[in-house]
């Protein structure tokens, strides 16, 4: 299995916020261009990557997204040379503060997330946890130079540098969902050596922190007989170690619940079960909040599945993955391709896996 560390480093040494994909767009599609037969960009910006399969005319297709999309901030405003700003997707103020910043104003500034000193706050956040109203950027330019480069609604994206970690684990900022895109790359590059009857879509989608509108969009665009969706989970670690977090490098987690077929899921599990990767159960009461909300209730509805990566520390700049939860993720993906029958979008009903 090949070495997909330095391309997930440089997926993640690269900007590419909600709406705003464009940075990591160009690193996929030149990744993608040489493993599939077709690539194409949507209107909402997602990335198409078709493999066509060699089951005959009528051949059915599996879509696989992973979006590619990251969290970051937006500035709201320029004041005596320090910017003020909001968040886009799920932002922590908590963690921002010392937190280095590229600033994407008329060119790229090298910044900091900082806090005024409390002696200027208001009684009221005296020695509490500062909400993103109180945070600024500081550029390190005099005032004047700021307001010629910076203007209300540039983008801010972290600049923390992907570190490797002792036990194969790798830590930076937007491993949500970066991850996973190498996950579905690591796939790819198995089916080059593979026949498979299905037609495969593999799909970086645009603006799931935000909309879904990407997900959305693809699905109904490329009409697929099923999908599977991959993205990240919240693993056990320090603070965050009860019942409702997955163990961390000890597999990837394949959803169960109302968003996620039955039939999938039990398809996975047992495949997972046949090569020796371990897997998690994943309960999903409710929708799930990745693009396998979305995708299944495209259209007349897609049989969707939701294979996850545990990762610690979500939405902040120092998430940490487990390495071989990518590698275990790409190759169960292959293998579950490369084993779809020609007829099997027939066989999938939606049943009550404890009905037997």
Same mark, same amino acid.
């Given at each position: 299995?090949?070495?997909?560390? !330095?391309?997930?480093?440089?997926?993640?040494?690269?900007?590419? #916020?909600?709406?705003?994909?464009? =940075?990591?767009?160009?690193?996929?599609?030149?990744?993608? *261009? =040489?493993?599939? $037969?077709? #690539?194409?960009?949507?209107?909402?910006?997602? #990335?198409?990557?078709?493999?066509?399969?060699?089951?005959?005319?009528?051949?059915?297709?599996?879509?696989?997204?992973?979006?590619?999309?990251? &969290?970051?901030? &937006?500035?709201? *405003?320029?004041?005596?040379?320090?910017?003020?700003?909001?968040?886009?997707?799920?932002?922590?103020?908590? &963690? #921002?503060?010392?937190?280095?910043?590229?600033?994407?104003?008329?060119?790229?500034?090298?910044?900091?997330?900082?806090?005024?000193?409390?002696? +200027?706050?208001?009684?009221?956040?005296?020695?509490?946890?500062?909400?993103?109203?109180?945070?600024?950027?500081?550029?390190?330019?005099?005032?004047?130079? %700021?307001?010629?480069?910076?203007?209300?609604?540039?983008?801010?994206?972290? $600049?923390?540098?992907?570190?490797?970690?002792?036990?194969?684990?790798?830590?930076?900022? +937007?491993?949500?969902?970066?991850?996973?895109?190498?996950?579905?790359?690591?796939?790819?590059?198995?089916?080059?050596?593979?026949?498979?009857?299905?037609?495969?879509?593999?799909?970086?989608?645009?603006?799931?922190?935000?909309?879904?509108?990407?997900?959305?969009?693809?699905?109904?665009?490329?009409?697929?007989?099923?999908?599977?969706?991959?993205?990240?989970?919240?693993?056990?670690?320090?603070?965050?170690?009860?019942?409702?977090? %997955?163990? @961390?490098?000890?597999?990837?987690?394949?959803?169960?619940?109302? /968003?996620?077929?039955? @039939?999938?899921?039990?398809?996975?599990?047992?495949?997972?079960?046949?090569?020796?990767?371990?897997?998690?159960?994943?309960?999903? !009461?409710?929708?799930?909040?990745?693009?396998?909300?979305?995708?299944?209730?495209?259209?007349?509805?897609?049989?969707?599945?939701?294979?996850?990566? !545990?990762?610690?520390?979500?939405?902040? =700049?120092?998430?940490?993955?487990?390495? *071989?939860?990518?590698?275990?993720?790409?190759?169960?993906?292959?293998?579950?391709? +490369?084993?779809?029958?020609? $007829?099997?979008?027939?066989?999938?009903?939606?049943? /009550? *896996? $404890?009905?037997?």
């Amino acid at each position: 299995m090949s070495d997909i560390l !330095p391309f997930l480093k440089s997926l993640i040494s690269v900007a590419g #916020l909600s709406g705003h994909e464009g =940075p990591v767009l160009q690193i996929i599609q030149e990744k993608w *261009k =040489p493993l599939v $037969d077709e #690539l194409a960009v949507s209107r909402l910006g997602s #990335l198409h990557g078709l493999k066509r399969g060699k089951g005959g005319r009528n051949r059915s297709s599996i879509l696989v997204a992973t979006h590619m999309d990251a &969290i970051g901030l &937006i500035v709201t *405003k320029v004041t005596e040379g320090v910017l003020h700003f909001d968040e886009i997707g799920g932002v922590d103020a908590r &963690i #921002l503060p010392g937190t280095p910043v590229k600033v994407h104003g008329k060119r790229e500034l090298g910044g900091v997330v900082a806090m005024p000193p409390a002696q +200027t706050l208001q009684a009221h956040a005296a020695g509490e946890a500062l909400g993103l109203a109180e945070l600024i950027v500081d550029v390190g330019l005099p005032a004047a130079n %700021v307001a010629q480069l910076v203007n209300t609604g540039d983008l801010i994206s972290f $600049d923390t540098r992907p570190v490797e970690m002792s036990g194969e684990y790798l830590s930076g900022h +937007t491993l949500d969902n970066r991850a996973s895109v190498a996950a579905l790359t690591m796939c790819l590059e198995e089916l080059q050596s593979r026949l498979h009857a299905w037609d495969v879509w593999a799909v970086a989608t645009a603006q799931e922190e935000e909309t879904l509108g990407g997900a959305a969009t693809s699905a109904f665009d490329l009409q697929p007989d099923m999908a599977v969706v991959i993205d990240v989970t919240f693993a056990k670690g320090p603070g965050s170690s009860g019942w409702e977090n %997955v163990p @961390f490098g000890k597999g990837p987690t394949i959803g169960w619940g109302a /968003n996620l077929h039955p @039939f999938l899921h039990d398809r996975l599990k047992d495949l997972a079960g046949r090569l020796d990767l371990p897997v998690v159960d994943l309960p999903v !009461p409710t929708y799930s909040g990745t693009d396998a909300y979305a995708i299944q209730v495209a259209r007349a509805g897609i049989p969707t599945a939701l294979l996850s990566i !545990p990762l610690r520390y979500m939405h902040t =700049p120092v998430e940490v993955i487990s390495v *071989k939860d990518v590698q275990r993720v790409g190759r169960l993906l292959a293998e579950f391709i +490369t084993g779809l029958e020609p $007829d099997f979008a027939s066989k999938i009903t939606w049943e /009550n *896996k $404890d009905a037997d």
